[in-house]
């Protein structure tokens, strides 16, 4: 069973389907939240996303894994997979599972995002306690 199941059977979620509508969903939410929205850079095939109020927890579901080059942070090519969770809370990204960048030629799974309006940065950081920040682009579609 997985997380967003264990997790939508425990609490009352919002659970919404079909690629237009997670995609305005999931958008909204990280506007909501102070996130730059080019953190889901989907462009199609989203089959369900899902947020628990009460929690912060969300869940996103498409057809495929994708890769993407996010250039909004120094051109890194980040890998989703088919299925993403975490919770989220005004300018943070905790407990993410489902996302992984490249460095160098190793694949590093992240696991929290920060947005730092003050100093203009974005921070990622990893399972094991490793943190990079970034420039926060405001121009980023």
């Known amino acids: 069973m997985g997380r967003a199941t264990k997790e939508k059977k425990t609490a009352r979620a919002e ?3 079909g690629d237009e509508t997670c995609r305005e969903k999931s958008t909204m939410l990280l506007t ?3 996130l730059p929205n080019w953190l889901i850079p989907f462009d199609e095939d989203i ?3 899902g947020y628990v109020i009460e929690t912060g927890f969300v869940w996103l ?3 495929n894994r994708r890769e993407y080059r996010i250039e909004e942070v120094e051109g890194k090519v980040v890998v989703y997979d088919s299925e993403i969770t975490a919770y989220v809370e005004p300018k943070k990204i905790k407990k993410l599972t489902g996302v992984k960048t ?3 030629f190793v694949w590093i799974t992240l696991s929290e995002i920060l947005v730092d309006g003050s100093t203009g ?3 990622v950081k990893t399972p094991s306690g490793l ?3 970034f420039a926060l682009s405001v121009s980023a579609a």
């Open 47 to 49: 089959k369900e996303f």
């Open 102 to 104: 490249k460095e160098l």
């Open 32 to 34: 909501e939240m102070g």
């Open 121 to 123: 940065t974005i921070t």
């Open 15 to 17: 659970v919404y389907y």
């Open 131 to 133: 943190s990079r920040s």
């Open 61 to 63: 579901k498409q057809r």
